[in-house]
């Protein structure tokens, strides 16, 4: 499939499945006056495949008489993008280049949520540059993601991409005494600590600890051993 294919199925599929209120909820977080952008977690052009991702970013942008930021993208890794598995994605958080309009609002849109890592970081990326993210939007987001969602008409239409302060209870419950050295664990591993993780990979780490203390293991060793051979691991 070529580009125009591509993008072409992208348009008929963002048809077929988004929910128009979205655009109106998108629109609650514009402040005007400000100069506003939509962007998307893309890679340079001569590799990027992800057609849903940047056709919805112009669909968003459509509707706002925005632009689409194009001078932003995210660097390849193929042990991240090849790779479903939770640990392995924490362990290969994405890294983003290029440059950000200081001072202005960003509306961040991907294609589906799964752990909210790719959006976690490039809204990192463009706070740490000056911008400011107002708001987040995926086409779709993962069954264990709409689980926990507000829903309407049996469509989701919000998740939480910051773990709650249930999540953090949860998390600092299930960690119990561990909880300061899983959290350096993860900042010496991983150089983000346990307040940086999203929603759902904290409630990954929060489930991966009930069953570690079912066996009466070191939760703090469980995950150092998994972030060095994470890190260690061939494609």
């Given at each position: 499939?070529?580009?125009?294919?591509?993008?072409?199925?992208?348009?008929?599929?963002?048809?077929?499945?988004?929910?128009?209120?979205?655009?109106?909820?998108?629109?609650?977080?514009?402040?005007?006056?400000?100069?506003?952008?939509?962007?998307?977690?893309?890679?340079?052009?001569?590799?990027?495949?992800?057609?849903?991702?940047?056709?919805?970013?112009?669909?968003?942008?459509?509707?706002?008489?925005?632009?689409?930021?194009?001078?932003?993208?995210?660097?390849?890794?193929?042990?991240?993008?090849?790779?479903?598995?939770?640990?392995?994605?924490?362990?290969?958080?994405?890294?983003?280049?290029?440059?950000?309009?200081?001072?202005?609002?960003?509306?961040?849109?991907?294609?589906?949520?799964?752990?909210?890592?790719?959006?976690?970081?490039?809204?990192?990326?463009?706070?740490?540059?000056?911008?400011?993210?107002?708001?987040?939007?995926?086409?779709?987001?993962?069954?264990?993601?709409?689980?926990?969602?507000?829903?309407?008409?049996?469509?989701?239409?919000?998740?939480?991409?910051?773990?709650?302060?249930?999540?953090?209870?949860?998390?600092?419950?299930?960690?119990?005494?561990?909880?300061?050295?899983?959290?350096?664990?993860?900042?010496?591993?991983?150089?983000?600590?346990?307040?940086?993780l999203t929603e759902q990979?904290?409630?990954?780490?929060?489930?991966?600890?009930?069953?570690?203390?079912?066996?009466?293991?070191?939760?703090?060793e469980w995950f150092e051993?998994?972030?060095?051979?994470?890190?260690?691991?061939?494609i």
């Amino acid at each position: 499939m070529n580009k125009r294919e591509s993008i072409r199925a992208a348009r008929q599929i963002i048809d077929e499945i988004h929910d128009m209120r979205i655009f109106d909820l998108i629109g609650e977080y514009v402040r005007f006056g400000k100069t506003t952008k939509v962007i998307a977690p893309i890679k340079v052009p001569s590799v990027n495949t992800n057609a849903l991702s940047l056709t919805y970013a112009q669909a968003v942008a459509n509707i706002f008489g925005y632009n689409i930021e194009d001078r932003v993208f995210q660097v390849t890794s193929e042990k991240r993008d090849r790779k479903i598995d939770t640990m392995l994605r924490l362990c290969f958080p994405p890294v983003f280049t290029g440059e950000i309009e200081a001072g202005a609002d960003y509306i961040v849109v991907d294609d589906v949520f799964t752990t909210g890592g790719t959006l976690a970081g490039l809204r990192g990326y463009i706070h740490r540059h000056g911008g400011n993210v107002i708001v987040c939007s995926t086409l779709a987001a993962g069954t264990r993601v709409t689980r926990e969602a507000t829903r309407h008409d049996q469509r989701q239409m919000g998740v939480a991409l910051a773990p709650t302060n249930d999540r953090i209870r949860d998390l600092r419950n299930k960690l119990g005494d561990e909880y300061r050295a899983v959290d350096s664990v993860f900042c010496e591993g991983l150089r983000y600590g346990l307040q940086q993780l999203t929603e759902q990979e904290a409630r990954f780490v929060s489930s991966q600890a009930r069953t570690i203390r079912t066996y009466r293991g070191s939760i703090a060793e469980w995950f150092e051993r998994g972030i060095i051979e994470a890190r260690s691991s061939g494609i």
